[in-house]
């Protein structure tokens, strides 16, 4: 499903995800626009990410040279909290940045960088805040 860097996210309507910030969900000539050098450590921070919203099934990566190649990290998300800022990411991302060149936008890469680091007290308590889980 395509959604365009830096839009609203609308992917599910999980409570709670409607201000997330959509990055990485791409489709067709997508790929040909976003293609760049990602910083070196970017792949192994965003691997340090738990799965999200897992969905069932699996993604095929439209991009491989033989279409239809099964990725199996291809049914969830990565959530990158900077601030009170959800980024909202298939966790294809990953191979799109490994293997097709993908460059995310600068404003998620410094997310990543500079947000919450994921399995921290600080991501946890934002990440709720932001899915309003703490009652507020």
């Known amino acids: 499903m395509r959604i365009e860097d830096l839009t609203p996210y609308r992917y599910t309507r999980k409570k709670g995800l409607e201000s997330g910030i959509s990055v990485g969900w791409?489709?067709?000539?997508?790929?040909?626009h976003s293609l760049g050098n990602s910083p070196s450590e970017?792949?192994?921070l965003l691997k340090q990410y738990e799965v999200q919203n897992r969905c069932?099934?699996?993604?095929?990566?439209?991009?491989?040279?033989?279409?239809?190649?099964e990725v199996g990290m291809g049914n969830g998300e990565i959530w990158?909290?900077?601030?009170?800022?959800?980024?909202?990411?298939?966790?294809?991302i990953i191979h799109?940045?490994?293997?097709h060149n993908y460059?995310?936008?600068?404003?998620?890469?410094?997310?990543?960088?500079?947000?919450?680091?994921?399995h921290s007290p600080g991501y946890?308590?934002?990440?709720?805040?932001?899915?309003n889980k703490d009652g507020q």
């Open 80 to 92: 990158v909290v900077k601030g009170d800022t959800l980024y909202i990411a298939p966790y294809l």
């Open 124 to 131: 946890e308590m934002r990440l709720n805040k932001i899915l």
């Open 103 to 118: 460059k995310p936008p600068l404003e998620f890469i410094d997310a990543v960088f500079n947000g919450f680091r994921p």
């Open 42 to 44: 970017l792949v192994k």
């Open 56 to 69: 069932r099934g699996f993604h095929m990566c439209e991009y491989c040279s033989e279409w239809g190649t």
């Open 96 to 99: 799109y940045i490994e293997k």
């Open 26 to 32: 791409l489709e067709g000539d997508d790929l040909l």
